[in-house]
């Protein structure tokens, strides 16, 4: 089974610190990603990676940064957290490509409160 | 471009009764269609998928949704709701390619809260 493993489902931090959300995967995907989940704005993507070092947009990315040195692990940086920072992060993963197979698997999530 | 638009941001039904829940896309391509379900707490699961083969796509838990490229549609059905199907669904589409790389990136729906009443 792919797991996508995240490494805190609940997160406190004040404003202003720099926090580290960490997403492991174990299946070899080439391809990650970072999405922020709000009440009725559904799933919007941050960042994406799709090689060791390399990283694109997505459609949210101001505030955050991201980090891949490793295959397995891509990581989101919020460099100074605000309290419109506060949401549910899930990081997905998944083969290249569009095919049929090459669908995302997602973690479980972690829920960050920036006060 | 593309988009997902759900009709309808809460549907409730009774227990044992359809369910429908629907969803309209938008795609430059040809689309891979997908429904995820969340329940509270939990984390997202693929309830089905549309690529391109059958357009009557069934998944788990007796959902199936219908591929309708003329309507531009991708309803999610199921003929007698059962109160462990009470979760938020999202309608995704992904596209084969984006901005020139083959990533297939997905585009989520805002999410349809269902209630079910006993």
């Known amino acids: 089974d792919v797991k996508v493993t995240q490494s805190s489902r609940y997160l406190v931090k004040r404003t202003g610190e720099k926090v580290f959300l960490e997403c492991v995967q174990d299946?070899?995907?080439?391809?990650m990603f970072w999405y922020r989940q709000d009440p009725g704005l559904g799933l919007r993507l941050i960042y994406f990676s799709y090689d060791v070092k390399m990283k694109e947009k997505g459609d949210i990315p101001e505030g955050y940064s991201v980090s891949r040195e490793k295959k397995e692990r891509f990581s989101l940086i919020l460099e100074s957290a605000s309290t419109n920072q506060t949401s549910m992060y899930l990081c997905a993963s998944s083969f290249p490509g569009g095919g049929p197979k090459n669908e995302q698997y997602f973690g479980p999530g972690t829920r960050l409160t920036v006060t | 471009a593309q988009s997902v638009t759900q009709l309808d941001s809460h549907v409730s039904v009774s227990e044992g009764t359809p369910v429908l829940l629907r969803c309209n896309y938008s795609?430059?391509?040809?689309?891979?269609l997908f429904w995820y379900v969340q329940h509270p707490n939990k984390g997202l699961q693929l309830l089905l998928k549309y690529t391109s083969a059958a357009t009557l796509v069934k998944g788990i838990n007796g959902f199936e949704a219908e591929f309708k490229k003329s309507e531009t549609s991708f309803h999610l059905t199921k003929p007698s709701a059962h109160m462990s199907d009470a979760a938020e669904y999202f309608c995704?589409?992904?596209?084969?390619?984006?901005?020139?790389?083959?990533?297939?990136?997905?585009?989520f729906g805002r999410g349809t809260q269902l209630t079910v009443w006993p």
């Open positions: 795609s430059s391509y040809s689309p891979s």
């Open positions: 299946m070899d995907h080439e391809n």
């Open positions: 995704v589409v992904r596209t084969l390619a984006d901005r020139g790389s083959t990533l297939g990136r997905l585009y």
